[in-house]
Structures are given as structure tokens and as C-alpha cells.
């Protein structure tokens, strides 16, 4: 049980389109969904807390106008990565948790890169 | 505050070999901790949790101790295989926020 599923798991955009990445828990409810950005050898990076039916809450240093979140259901949350640049290519996992005591389950992750 | 130390790697090991990865933590309250483990290319997978002091996670051979007194939560595996090579990452989980370590790359050859 607890399964997220993430999608795409590889994209490939030009530089100033937009790309979408949802994130979906497929046998749990989720009112909170995380979006993590991993860098090469590098820890996760906490970008945003998505929360279902209000606004995310960004962490420090996280433009919110560049990486949109939306959470309009119980198990669907998307980041939508807008004009990209080279400098956003990154791995970006998604996670949630069936409930507060619970364990966090991750997507398999987005690698995204833009040319 | 809150923060997860993991000992740094890469580490290299001989199949069959004993493996030790550190991990210690500080914490206000009563944290639960984790192992997580990402496989190339992937996104993590809880490998195992503990969420009070003295006990033992375990899972697929790997085993880690909630130790209150040193603050540590070190993972151990007696024998491991070259299917156990990918990254492994210590957390905490305190209140509704995560905490993550730097994770440690682990290398296992044949």
C-alpha cells in the first residue's frame, strides 16, 4: 500500500516553455503532498509543502511565480516548472504520507532537463 | 533545531562484507527516524523506521537502533550484496516536518 505516482519521469524542454510534473497517491488520500528538488550527489532539497483546496507554502529562497503548485484533489498534486531555463534541470521528487504518523512514500522522481 | 548527520561516503564494499553506515541526529521532543534507500534513476523507498527509543528497524537483512543516549541511529547489514549498491539516506520526522541527511552512496562489488 501507499503508493505515489509520479509523471513525467523524464522530460526534455527548450528553455523558457513550461513543464508540468503531477504527482498522484494512488491507494491513500493525501491533504499534504512535499515536492523535494535533488541535486547530483546531493541531498533533497524541501521546495514546497502542497496542501489540498489552499495555497502551497514555499520554503525559503523557492521562487513560488516560477514553480506553481497545485493540490485541487485528495491524491493529485502538480508542479508546474514555468519558463524553464538550463538552471532548473534538476531531479524533482514528489512524496505524501497516508497520515500524520505515517512513514513519507516518494514518487520515483522527475529528471527534467532543458536545453 | 532539528538536523540529521550521516557519515559521508562514497563507501566501497566487497560482497559478503559488514556494512555500517552513521548516522546521529539532534531533535527537540521525540523525533521518529527513518532509512530511506534510492536506487539509480529512482525516487526513495522507505527502507526502515523506528519512532521511539530502542527500537529496532529492520528490513531486506538491514537493521538500525533509535539510540536516545547517543542521539544515533547507525544502519548495519552483516552481508551485503551488490544488489544493496545505491544511496542510502537518513530522517527524522518531527512533527510534520522531515528532515533528511546528505545521504551516503554505497558501492558493493562482486
Known amino acids: 500500500g501507499a503508493v505515489v505516482s509520479q509523471h513525467p519521469s523524464r522530460v526534455i524542454c527548450k528553455s523558457g516553455t513550461s513543464v508540468k510534473i503531477e504527482c498522484r497517491s494512488l491507494?491513500?488520500?493525501?491533504?499534504?503532498m512535499f515536492w523535494y528538488r535533488q541535486f547530483p550527489k546531493q541531498s533533497l532539497m524541501l521546495m514546497a509543502t502542497s496542501n489540498e483546496g489552499s495555497k502551497a507554502t514555499y520554503e525559503q529562497g523557492v521562487e513560488k511565480d516560477k514553480f506553481l503548485i497545485n493540490h485541487a484533489s485528495l491524491t493529485l498534486s502538480t508542479l508546474t516548472v514555468t519558463s524553464a531555463h538550463p538552471e532548473d534541470s534538476s531531479f524533482y521528487i514528489c512524496?505524501?504520507?497516508?497520515?500524520?504518523?505515517?512513514?513519507?512514500?516518494f514518487g520515483n522522481g522527475t529528471r527534467l532537463t532543458v536545453t | 533545531g532539528n538536523s540529521v548527520t550521516q557519515m559521508e561516503g562514497p563507501v566501497t564494499l566487497s560482497e559478503e562484507a559488514f556494512l555500517t553506515i552513521n548516522c546521529t541526529y539532534t531533535?527537540?521532543?521525540?523525533?521518529?527516524l527513518f532509512w530511506y534507500v534510492q536506487y539509480p534513476g529512482e525516487g526513495l523507498q522507505l527502507l526502515l523506521k523506528a519512532t521511539k527509543a530502542d527500537d529496532k528497524g529492520s528490513n531486506k537483512g538491514f537493521e538500525a537502533t533509535y539510540r536516545k543516549e547517543t542521539t544515533s541511529f547507525h544502519l548495519e547489514k552483516g552481508s551485503v550484496q551488490v544488489s544493496d549498491s545505491a544511496v542510502y539516506f537518513c530522517a527524522l520526522r518531527a512533527g510534520n516536518q522531515f528532515y533528511f541527511g546528505t545521504g551516503t552512496s554505497l558501492t558493493v562489488i562482486p
Open positions: 491507494d491513500f488520500q493525501a491533504t499534504t
Open positions: 531533535a527537540t521532543g521525540y523525533p521518529s
Open positions: 512524496s505524501a504520507r497516508p497520515g500524520e504518523n505515517s512513514p513519507l512514500h
